[in-house]
């Protein structure tokens, strides 16, 4: 996916620099801008992130979320897919391991679906281009919606077990 | 200096708290510092190129086109591009954000653009593929069919909720950056 992204951006950088290369100046210095505006949320967010994950381990969201944990599992699981920001490369192989471990599909889903939609961790960059209450809105609803996307799966799931 | 120094205040302070907690807790550390340099690496990967197509799109899209494809009026033309475009998105979602701000800019409906930031969160094709070899199809496909509506529903719920008033505030936000 990398190096689509990559191979796009130089073309276009490429056909953009021989059109018009003040224009092309132009764009990098805004995208530059762009990016040192956001950057200090960055680095802060990554930082927060890391610690995060180095305080989760497997073990102790199996316990967690297991398939027998019911609602509250997947509240939990719901919680813990909030405030994790974990790449979809990572979140996913992860979401293997615990199913196999005994995970419920419900809590799983619960998880990755928070994962996708609600970002605590984040939320000061979000409400830096979004305001306040917007920002809270859309992850509250995300984390509402998520339960619903928890349900449906679980149904599924079981259907085809 | 200072001014740099105040933008990354929080940064800093963060940081300390996490020498402290290394020195006090060293295999944790060990692991923060790990785990920050993977996330570091991620960010520089798939950070430059979203930032030029974004200056790109800025300097070369001209605001009426934008409007056009993706503005009031734009209709079932614009919602399909909002979440085409969210969907073939790379990237953790705060590199959406910006992107959203630039599409502000460009005169972009607020509801596609919510759709856009719904579809870059859950509907990312990249990531659909390896949910669905390492979570199975049915799982996958499950989740797809319940979160597409979902998108479109928390952008129209959030529009309503949010009111006129602060979308614009939110515009006049965007178009300063």
Redesign the interface.
């Known amino acids: 996916?990398?190096i689509i992204?990559?191979s796009?951006?130089?073309s276009?950088?490429i056909l953009?620099f021989l059109k018009d290369r003040e224009?092309?100046k132009?764009?990098?210095?805004?995208?530059?801008k762009?990016?040192e505006?956001?950057l200090?949320?960055?680095?802060?967010?990554?930082?927060?992130?890391?610690?995060l994950?180095?305080?989760l381990d497997h073990q102790l969201i199996l316990k967690l979320i297991g398939s027998e944990s019911g609602w509250l599992g997947i509240l939990l699981a719901a919680i813990v897919g909030s405030v994790t920001?974990i790449?979809?490369?990572v979140a996913?192989?992860t979401?293997?391991i615990l199913?196999s471990g005994g995970a419920g599909?419900m809590q799983?889903?619960a998880f990755?679906?928070t994962l996708?939609?609600v970002?605590i961790v984040?939320l000061?960059?979000?409400m830096?281009?979004?305001?306040k209450?917007?920002a809270i809105?859309?992850n509250t609803?995300?984390f509402v919606?998520s339960f619903?996307?928890a349900f449906?799966?679980g149904q599924?799931?079981e259907v085809?077990a | 200096m200072k001014q740099v120094l105040k933008r990354y205040r929080s940064f800093l302070v963060v940081s300390v708290v996490l020498i402290l907690l290394g020195l006090f807790n060293q295999e944790l550390g060990r692991q923060v510092l790990d785990t920050t340099a993977y996330q570091l690496k991620e960010m520089v990967l798939i950070i430059p190129p979203i930032f030029v197509l974004l200056g790109l799109l800025d300097v070369w899209v001209p605001k009426q086109t934008m409007v056009k494809y993706m503005g009031e009026g734009s209709g079932l033309k614009g919602i399909l591009l909002a979440l085409l475009i969210g969907s073939a998105a790379a990237g953790p979602l705060y590199g959406a954000f910006p992107v959203a701000a630039v599409f502000m800019k460009k005169g972009v409906k607020f509801s596609n653009i919510l759709i856009f930031i719904g579809a870059w969160s859950t509907t990312k094709i990249p990531m659909i593929l390896f949910e669905f070899s390492s979570l199975g199809v049915p799982f996958g496909l499950t989740r797809l069919l319940v979160d597409i509506p979902g998108i479109l529903i928390i952008a129209y719920l959030l529009q309503a909720l949010v009111g006129r008033q602060e979308i614009e505030a939110i515009y006049e936000k965007a178009s300063k950056a």
């Open positions: 996916m990398n992204l990559y796009v951006a130089a276009l950088l953009s224009k092309t132009n764009a990098l210095k805004k995208a530059w762009a990016f505006n956001i200090p949320q960055f680095l802060v967010v990554i930082a927060l992130v890391s610690l994950l180095s305080l920001l790449p979809g490369f996913f192989p979401a293997a199913v599909y799983i889903g990755i679906s996708m939609m970002g984040t000061p960059v979000e830096q281009y979004f305001g209450k917007l809105y859309r609803l995300g919606f619903l996307v449906v799966i599924v799931m085809l």
